[in-house]
């Protein structure tokens, strides 16, 4: 069911000529990949992508549309043969990986499960000893300051040159 | 409820993984095609989650490189409608093809 919502949300996303359509399909797909996550009991990742990706980039991608597009118009129908040659060439990935995978068969450990719990993911998230995930946290916010930064430059920049 | 199972994960991913690419290589505008790559992000999250969940439940490395997957995703999203609006402004148009030249 909800693999069904994602998935059909995806593909009315990238074949729908509205592209605010596309935007809201996209919005439905990653609410529906957040149900998946909470399925799978993983709350802390489902909370973190209904946060970050329907709240966030879902909202930051139609307010460019509502910057960059005039209200109503539909996307150019494209060329035939490039639409044939592209869901060939995914429909031909897409069976090549199916067919590895039926083919493989997976052995899982038998460790003791961790939960994934939010006690155990800040204990995991910030621990400096072995298997912790302290320096990537670091130089993850480290890359978020200079997108942040980078972002206000690209903005700001064009300003000057347009007076 | 029905418990999913590994393989039902990995098909829903891999679908999802070449929805983006199909979309990636139709699309000729720059939004749909950043809402393709948000897609093809989405897929590998959902397989660091699976194989996390249903390989290697005693430790939380997938649930991580996740989040910094999707951190990152973030930041990229940003940046490149930030690239898109600066672009529109000078072009008036945001479709690859009419954004030939790098130098504007």
């Not at chain 2, 790559?37 to 490189?65: C, M, Q, R, T």
Request: charged share 10%; with cysteine; aromatic share 12%.
């Amino acid at each position: 069911m909800l693999a069904a919502l994602t998935l059909v949300s995806g593909v009315l996303a990238v074949t729908t000529r509205q592209i605010f359509r596309a935007a809201i399909f996209l919005l439905f797909s990653l609410i529906g990949i957040a149900g998946l996550y909470f399925w799978m009991q993983y709350d802390f990742v489902a909370a973190v992508q209904i946060v970050v990706y329907v709240g966030g980039i879902t909202v930051l991608i139609i307010f460019s549309i509502f910057l960059t597009q005039q209200a109503g118009d539909l996307l150019p129908r494209q060329k035939m043969g490039r639409q044939v040659f592209s869901a060939l060439a995914a429909f031909c990935g897409f069976a090549l990986t199916m067919l590895q995978l039926y083919q493989h068969t997976f052995k899982a450990t038998t460790g003791q499960p961790q939960l994934p719990t939010v006690s155990n993911i800040g204990d995991r998230m910030l621990g400096v000893e072995e298997n912790g995930f302290a320096l990537p946290f670091e130089v993850v916010s480290i890359l978020l300051l200079a997108a942040m930064i980078g972002c206000i430059v690209i903005a700001l920049r064009s300003k000057p040159i347009a007076t | 409820m029905m418990e999913p199972g590994l393989y039902h994960i990995l098909f829903i991913s891999t679908a999802l993984f070449f929805i983006g690419v199909f979309g990636f290589f139709t699309r000729r505008n720059l939004i749909t095609m950043l809402m393709s790559v948000e897609l093809v992000l989405n897929s590998v999250n959902l397989n660091f989650i699976a194989f996390n969940k249903y390989l290697w439940p005693h430790k939380l490395d997938g649930l991580f490189f996740s989040i910094f997957v999707i951190a990152i995703a973030a930041a990229e999203a940003a940046v490149a409608i930030a690239i898109i609006i600066n672009l529109y402004r000078s072009h008036q148009s945001i479709d690859v093809e009419n954004a030939e030249e790098m130098k504007f």
